[in-house]
């Protein structure tokens, strides 16, 4: 992770939930420079500001909800407004039930209108009611070093451990929990993974993994006791073959995916079983320009195809409206 904070000095990442899933087309391309809808302000802990922004999502009403890992908090913001709304934790950095610590990755639990949140810093998965008025969140799991979550169309929950280096579903309010990917101890190998961040789970549960310290993106199948390569895999650097500590992560209906290279500072897209990527966004260089990034994390679309992106330095949100 990139951050400073001792405890992790891995990877931040992000995920989306099953619900809001677009239809993009195979030759859809996006607009070069982004729009900021969220943030731009610098660091601090305004309603206009977003600092170090990562897990994202675009609900039904095309309202942002943002994880900022240095306010501690989950923030919403509505389209085209020019403050968000704290909808989780902003009250400082801490443990009670009020509040999170380094928040990574957030998703929308729909039947229960509430959020999932992973809340790192104090290693447990929280829901927090969207109902105006709430003030505290519940515990749903503990001792876990989760990064990114999921949830499939039949409520189940997938978490990545970065220190177990492996994913597991689970039924809310149960304590089975189902290994899904890795688990197999850190490496290489096809049935390990290497610090796990952003995951993404389709119709058929399928679990894909941005298996961030081996520079790739595996896809484990329902069921399966090994992951298949799907994007990167060829060690670092920014070939388009390449990936360098890949984040958020999304896939469309058409298997496509799009993850954040985060080193490389862009947004690739994979076509189902292509060997190779294209660059949809930034991959020019660090800064923040409207078509750069300094240090991306999370990823998500709307329901129209439009791509956000959480440029973490940058203390923004960017999104790239598809053409
Ligand atoms: C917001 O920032 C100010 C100034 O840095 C600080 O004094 C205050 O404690 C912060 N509030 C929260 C809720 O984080
Ligand atoms: C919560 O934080 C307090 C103060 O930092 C600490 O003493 C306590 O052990 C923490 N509780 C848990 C359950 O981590
Ligand atoms: C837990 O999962 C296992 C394997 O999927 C299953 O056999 C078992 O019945 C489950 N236990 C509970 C309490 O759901
Ligand atoms: C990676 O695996 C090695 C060998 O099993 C182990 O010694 C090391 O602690 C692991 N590193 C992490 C970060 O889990
Ligand atoms: C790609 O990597 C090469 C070799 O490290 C470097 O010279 C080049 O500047 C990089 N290109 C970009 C766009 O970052």
Known sequence: MIFVCAVIFFALITTATASVVPNIPADARWKQYGVTVAGGHGEGNATNQVWLPNGLFVDDDQTIVI??????????????????????????????????????????????????????????????????????????????????????????????????????????????????????????????????????????????????????????????????VVAGGQGAGNATTQLSLPQGLFVDTLGTIYVADKANNRVMRWPKGAKQGTVIAGGNGQGAGANQFNNLEGLSFDRHGNLYVADVRNNRVQRFSIE
């Not at 950095?93 to 959020?115: A, F, I, W």
């Not at 998965?125 to 515990?139: A, N």
């Not at 876990?144 to 309010?173: F, N, P, W």
């Open 67 to 228: 994880g900022e890992w240095e306010n501690h908090r989950i923030i919403q913001w509505k389209m085209g407004d020019t403050n968000g709304e704290v909808v989780a934790g902003g009250h400082d950095k801490g443990n009670r039930s009020d509040q999170l610590q380094y928040p990574t990755d957030v998703l929308d639990n729909k039947e229960s209108d509430s959020l999932i949140i992973c809340d790192l810093g104090n290693q447990r998965v929280v829901q927090w009611s969207r109902r105006s008025g709430t003030t505290q969140g519940k515990i749903l799991i503990d001792n876990i070093d989760c990064y990114g979550l999921a949830m499939d169309d039949q409520r189940y929950l997938y978490i990545s451990d970065y220190t177990k280096h492996e994913v597991r579903r689970y039924q809310i309010g149960d304590k089975n929990r189902t290994l899904v990917a890795g688990g197999h101890g850190n490496g290489t190998d096809l049935n390990q993974l290497y610090a796990p961040g952003y995951i993404f789970v389709d119709r058929q549960q399928t679990v894909y993994v941005s298996d961030y310290r081996n520079h790739r993106v595996m896809k484990w199948n329902k069921g399966a006791k090994k992951g298949i």
